[in-house]
């Protein structure tokens, strides 16, 4: 089993910073990610790498955020620039076990908000 830590979430003012990190524990990971969850809104997909450091991004994100992993630690980390009130959510880290199985594991959830 593998278990999926996040941290860095926060209250940040339009334009600013934020870096998310989260861990896996228990095995390597294929690819890793974050998806997020508005208010009233379904999870979408953020932004994803793989173990070769293949990365992929929301159109929304583009631009802004940048995903990067170390292998080593079994950690994927999300920087967050330019941030926008409609970036709030509750953001979660995911992570597949092998290509093509799709997200395997989910952590808890961390709450970025960006107030205007």
């Known amino acids: 089993q593998v278990q999926m830590v996040e941290s860095g979430g926060g209250l940040v003012q339009a334009g600013g910073s934020l870096r998310l990190s989260c861990a896996a524990s228990?095995?390597?990971?294929?690819?890793m990610g974050w998806f997020r969850q508005a208010p009233g809104k379904e999870r979408e997909f953020v932004t994803a790498i793989t173990w070769l450091g293949v990365s992929s991004y929301a159109d929304s994100v583009k631009g802004r955020f940048t995903i990067s992993r170390d292998n080593a630690k079994n950690t994927v980390y999300l920087q967050m620039n330019s941030l926008k009130p409609e970036d709030t959510a509750v953001y979660y880290c995911?992570?597949?076990?092998?290509?093509?199985?799709?997200?395997?594991?989910w952590g808890q959830g961390t709450q970025v908000t960006v107030s205007s």
């Open positions: 228990g095995r390597a990971v294929y690819s």
């Open positions: 995911t992570a597949g076990s092998k290509a093509g199985s799709g997200y395997d594991y």
